[in-house]
């Protein structure tokens, strides 16, 4: 336990001020930060692109290896809650590919896929994104 703690401390406390940062985040439909990302206006570390879906390291990870993929054009997906019968494709597009990308990272001994919606889910980005973290081992229940 003490290993265990002192590896994870510097992430514990990474994770409170994002906990802080999503509890005080307002849903909203107003551009975000990810739109940036996605005109490449502010840089990311792209691990896969096509004309649909962005993948990119999470700023702040989680683990060895942490992705967010996200859909290029929103389309009013601020977050899984307001999922239409039109983002079928997409949903399911986002979640195939986190697992080609998994397999890229080589995480062949498991992964973690995350959705948080809104600010009870811990949401602080409203344009909804898939988290992919792997590398480690993963706890249940979540916190
Ligand atoms: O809390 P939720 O589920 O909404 O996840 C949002 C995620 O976006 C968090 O894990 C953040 O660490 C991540 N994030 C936030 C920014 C950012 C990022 N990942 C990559 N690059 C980023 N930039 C450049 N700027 C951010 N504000």
Same mark, same amino acid.
């Given at each position: 336990v003490a290993i265990l703690s002192s590896h994870i401390s510097p992430v514990s406390a990474v994770m409170a001020s994002e906990k802080e940062a999503a509890l005080s985040a307002t849903p909203s439909d107003a551009p975000t930060i990810f739109d940036k990302i996605i005109s490449k206006e502010i840089p990311s570390t792209v691990v896969y692109e096509d004309d649909k879906v962005l993948a990119f390291r999470d700023i702040? !990870?989680? /683990? !060895?290896v942490h992705i967010l993929l996200i859909p290029k054009v929103r389309d009013g997906l601020t /977050?899984?809650?307001?999922? =239409? =019968?039109?983002h079928i494709d997409i949903l399911g597009r986002l979640l195939y590919t986190a697992k080609l990308v998994a397999k890229q990272e080589g995480l062949d001994e498991g992964f973690r896929i995350v959705i948080n919606d809104g600010p009870q889910g811990c949401q602080s980005v409203y344009h909804i994104h898939v988290h992919l973290i792997g590398g480690r081992q993963m706890n249940w229940p979540p916190g």
């Open positions: 702040t !990870p989680q /683990g !060895p /977050g899984l809650s307001k999922a =239409e =019968e039109r």
